[in-house]
């Protein structure tokens, strides 16, 4: 192949060096010649530092592709073979809002499940199918990758208002193979489970290590705790171990936020009372970070 060119909306991310380097290590297999990092206006501080961290990343690598970054989104999209999104519409002091909000009303304020996500979901939607219509026009036969909260429902508009090729992914499955894999001290590569659901909500069973069955086994250390957890922007499960039994699948962290509602709104709102949302310590970590 030639030339590949692959665009990334919200380029100036604390996520996007990660993705980068995820790039650069898989340069002989997806060998990307052109890489965009696109922003808006407000965002092009944090653009032109990430950015430039990036540069310096691909440059060392030695790797065959150069890094472009730019406010127009327009000109990025020419000729792209793959655009992805990480974008979050309002910045974080709209996630605090969507935090804030519900438990105003002791209902739970979590950005990608219950009303925060579903609050979210109506400023982004609207973005991503513009950005939809451009890609329609510009560039139709790319593909969309979309890693912007919450997944389910935003994956969901594209896939039923776009002809856009498109898909939706999220960290979670994955970070449940690697809990399986961390639980028994072996390589991710060797365990595999079939996934059911809708990000942020899943379950997974079917659960094999080597190529056997291990399902009963993981869900019993599931329930007596001694199962690892890698998710470490949603705290341990944290279920009773009867109820991980009797449901008998291995539920991904964010499931806690609706078996064990009240007690999550309770916490949210101890913790914002003390420290603040999980918003505004995001803003003041993402500020010392920059």
Known sequence: MERLKVVTLGGGSSYTPELIDGFIKRHAEFPVSEYWLVDIEEGRAKLEIVGGLVQRM?????????????????????????????????????????EKIPLQYGVLGQETTGPGGFMKAQRTIPVLLDLCRKMEKVCPDAWLINFTNPAGIVTEAIEKYSSIKSLGICSGANSMMMDIANTYGVERQVVSARVMGLNHLIFADRITLNGEDISADFIA??????????????????????????????????????????????????????????????????????
Do not use: C, W
């Open 58 to 98: 691909v440059k060392k690598s030695g790797i065959p592709m150069t890094v472009h970054l730019t406010t127009n989104l327009d000109e990025s999209l020419q000729n792209a073979d793959f655009v992805t999104t990480q974008i979050r519409v309002g910045q974080l002091d709209a996630r605090i809002q969507d």
């Open 221 to 290: 250390r599931l329930a007596d705790g001694s199962g690892k957890h890698a998710l470490k922007n949603v705290p341990d499960l944290g279920l009773p171990a009867e109820f991980i039994k009797a449901l008998n699948l291995y539920p991904l962290s964010y499931l806690k936020y609706f078996y064990l509602n009240r007690e999550s709104v309770a916490k949210e709102i101890a913790e914002m009372q003390q420290d603040g949302t999980r918003g505004e310590r995001s803003k003041s970590i993402e500020k010392q970070l920059f």
